[in-house]
């Protein structure tokens, strides 16, 4: 199994705070995207983060050895309409309680 911390960084930001209303819509796309990988088990957590700079998306993933995050976290809608990107940080292992 791999690990990765990813970082969704949104267009600007204030972002949270002056969404369009289709901004809007590719969000709740992009969280649906996200619960679908938590349900999938490819995803461990994710979730909004309030960040005085600026609010940003933090999402854990473990997926099989033959998977690509890249070409995963591509698929978000936000990201494929252009609305965001992730910066991708490997984890050595992940650890959890329970």
């Not at 199994?1 to 990813?6: A, I």
């Not at 473990?62 to 990107?85: C, F, H, L, Y």
Request: aromatic fraction near 10%; charge should be negative; proline fraction near 8%.
């Amino acid at each position: 199994m791999k690990y990765y911390l990813c970082k969704f960084l949104p267009p600007r930001p204030d972002f949270l705070k002056t969404m369009t209303p289709e901004e809007s819509s590719l969000m709740k796309q992009h969280g649906m995207f996200l619960n679908d990988l938590l349900e999938k088990r490819m995803v461990v957590v994710h979730g909004p983060v309030d960040d005085p700079a600026g609010g940003w998306g933090m999402s854990v993933y473990e997926i099989e050895d033959d998977q690509d995050i890249n070409a995963m976290t591509s698929e978000d809608p936000m990201v494929k309409s252009g609305g965001g990107r992730y910066e991708i940080y490997p984890m050595r292992h992940l650890r959890a309680r329970g």
